[in-house]
């Protein structure tokens, strides 16, 4: 190491926010599940094995199910067509019955999509469109029972148009919409059954096999769209991480401190630029491989360190970044001193072998040196640069705060 710690001002006392970040245990909150927010037994119930994958999947999973205004338009004109029909049939109150559930779920269906409120109001979403399903099944049924040779034409197609519809939109959900092709299929069973027109019981027979098809399609595509997020969700952790240290790389950084500006222009954060003194002697000394062993063991040491709110990212060979939202110039300096103790302390790599190497900060804070997060990232380098050449093994700060 080059310059011992003395050239930074003395180390203060931890902070909350260091002794948090020295305590992983009490460190941050969980972030609450995203998805539906029913019962977990009930979310178990409805979502089986996917209550295993992370929320963040299960959310765009649950968002493939959200309406499309064109299908519901076909779907109530079809549901208008053939009620009127029977009512015309049968003079009974019962398809305006049908036809007032399927109105009242019309834009309960929508609720919310496309809003902040989507995912707040999906539950309604789901009630009004297994409320509607059941109406269209039963209706259906009762419509075939009239034994009017157009509806027993025309129900039939509008219960199987359905299911398929379900099938299609319904694979985040397949044990529900297993369950909806099971009641509708029974209904339309039942309705076929019980039909007065002769002959139908024989066609009836050959609603389980239907039923049968519609489930494996249904198993299908749900296991192709799960495939296909898991995927897209690996692809985008591997380009967002560093394989080696297992921490978010540099893009993973920018990003994070893209959405801290986002939140507002009196965002306090800082950013500390840090390199490793000393690391490439280790690499001659010991080989490549003792260099990534120590480098994995510094990033846990760093996020050991951390709260859980604050990042730190590896951004280069040795070069790491550390993002601490909220931290004002003491608490950075803080955070700073400890990391820098933390490094200096001995490493003992997997063949035993023990090293050591210090740690140099340039500390940059938003407001105080700048609001842009490529103008700080900067700033930070500079003021590591000058750590640097004081020696190594301190931090300095920029800008406004920076001592030499
Ligand atoms: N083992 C290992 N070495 C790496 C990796 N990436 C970069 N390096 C090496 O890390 C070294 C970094 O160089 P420097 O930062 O100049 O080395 P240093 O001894 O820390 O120099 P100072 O910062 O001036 O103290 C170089 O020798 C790189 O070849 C990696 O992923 N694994």
Redesign the pocket.
Known sequence: MGVPLHDCPPAAPPTPTAAAAADPASAGTAVPAAGLRVGPRLRRLLQGPLADESAELRQVLWRTLDEVPALQAFELLWTVVVALMAWRASGADWPLAWLAIEAACLPLRGRGVGSARAEAWRPLRMTANVLRLLAMGLGAMAALWLGDLALTALAPVLVVGMLAVVVARWAALPRLAAAVVLVDGALLWAGLAGSPLPGLLGPSCMIPAGAAAFWLLLHHNHRMLLQLLQLQFENRRLSLQDP?TGLPNRREFTERLARLREAGQSTRFAVLCM???????V?DQHG?DA??QL?AQVAQRFRGLLRQQDAVCRVG??EFVVLLPGAEATVATQVAQRLLQEVARPFTLRDGVTVQVGLSVGIALCPGDGQDGAHLLREADAALYRA?RAG?GCWRHAGALAAD
């Open positions: 080696l390199d490793l003194d000393g690391f490439k002697r690499n490549h260099g990534d480098l060979g040795d640097k190594k």
